[in-house]
Nanobody
Framework: QVRLVESGGGPVQAGGSLKLSCTTSGFRNRGNCLGWFRQAPGKEREGIASINFRDDGETTYADSVKGRFTISQGSGTLYLQMHSLTPEDTAMYYC??????????????WGQGTQVTVSS
């Protein structure tokens, strides 16, 4: 059974940093991509970072987080290092795996999410 469990969220002041973790288990293979998504209140879920194994581990980032967030993985855990956080980064953060593409509509499994709240 595939399981994705996020941790590391919490409250943080603007300008601060957080590192999210996502432990993965139950995979027979790692899939085509692992990614981080987020959903703010009243907004749609959006992809923010992914590792694409079909492209030799190429990482991609949404423009809103490029240069501030870094995705990495190792030993069955997916990470998201976040710096220079702003109140606009406040959201529920989800990790996900896809055997197709790391887009919201093609994710195969989601974690339960971890809340990040950035205060000004």
């Amino acid at each position: 059974q595939v399981r994705l469990v996020e941790s590391g969220g919490g409250p943080v002041q603007a300008g601060g940093s957080l590192k999210l973790s996502c432990t993965t288990s139950g995979f027979r293979n790692r899939g085509n991509c692992l990614g981080w998504f987020r959903q703010a209140p009243g907004k749609e879920r959006e992809g923010i970072a992914s590792i694409n194994f079909r492209d030799d581990g190429e990482t991609t980032y949404a423009d809103s987080v490029k240069g501030r967030f870094t995705i990495s993985q190792g030993s069955g855990t997916l990470y998201l290092q976040m710096h220079s956080l702003t109140p606009e980064d406040t959201a529920m953060y989800y990790c996900a795996v896809s055997w197709r593409w790391c887009t919201v509509d093609q994710v195969d499994y989601w974690g339960q999410g971890t809340q990040v709240t950035v205060s000004s």
